[in-house]
């Protein structure tokens, strides 16, 4: 992924104008619903493609705010802060030109509360005329993550991630597999989805953690999954 802005970098807010860039940050990732078998099964398979990093295991409190006009939302971008191992990083991403594609930028922060000057960063954001940013769901995920190389020059990162969405009294569990791409051809990526399909019985997910959210808020039923 591109980022507007690296999560290594000193914490300092660049001054600069995001919209005369030459290429807009993407994001590219298939998603899975994940059962504790499946789990299991792409592990074992996964462990031969794993680069020498090995697996890395994350605690994430991610909280998702909005205005009370759904400013955000209606323009199709979601903003979050999540809290792991201390850190706080804010995040803006896009709906993008399709399920497999989202702008995304983010920056380190300093505390659970977004930092609502870096919306002026982010192409395309809509402005908030003043509006508050207040929280509307969050996440609470363990994350077990590691890089696999599944063709020369390609880089896709597995995430396992198992918790909870919540919004207000609703909430649901989730269990995901999530391939982001690194780097490398994006058919790296999805050759290695196929790959995956036959190893254990995976659905793609088309709904994002951000819309289970928004589902819960509404009261509304979850989409149905492609086999």
């Known amino acids: 992924v591109r980022f507007c802005r690296s999560v290594d970098e000193p914490r300092r807010v660049p001054d600069v104008d995001w919209t005369q860039r030459a290429e807009t940050p993407m994001e590219t990732e298939l998603k899975f619903a994940l059962s504790s078998e499946a789990r299991q099964q792409i592990e074992r398979h996964a462990k031969a493609l794993a680069t020498a990093d090995g697996a890395s295991i ?6 998702y705010f909005d205005t009370p006009s759904q400013a955000l939302r209606k323009e199709g971008f979601t903003l979050r802060v999540r809290e792991a191992d201390g850190r706080f990083v804010q995040t803006v991403k896009s709906a993008g030109n399709d399920t497999l594609h989202r702008q995304e930028c983010e920056w380190p922060v300093d505390s659970a509360e977004p930092d609502r000057r870096l ?57 995901e597999l999530e391939l982001e791409l690194k780097n490398g051809a994006e058919d790296a990526l999805f050759r290695l989805g196929l790959d995956l399909l036959q190893v254990a019985p995976l659905a793609l997910l088309n709904e994002s953690k951000a819309e289970r959210g928004w589902r819960l808020r509404n009261g509304g039923q979850p989409k149905a999954r492609k086999p």
């Open 58 to 63: 994350q605690t994430q409190r991610t909280t």
């Open 119 to 175: 919306l002026k960063k982010v192409p395309g954001a809509p402005g908030l005329n003043g509006e508050a940013l207040e929280p509307v769901f969050r996440t609470d995920v363990r994350r077990t993550s590691l890089s696999v190389t599944p063709a020369a020059g390609a880089k896709v990162e597995l995430a396992f991630d198992d918790g909870t969405v919540t919004a207000g009294d609703a909430g649901e569990p989730l269990s």
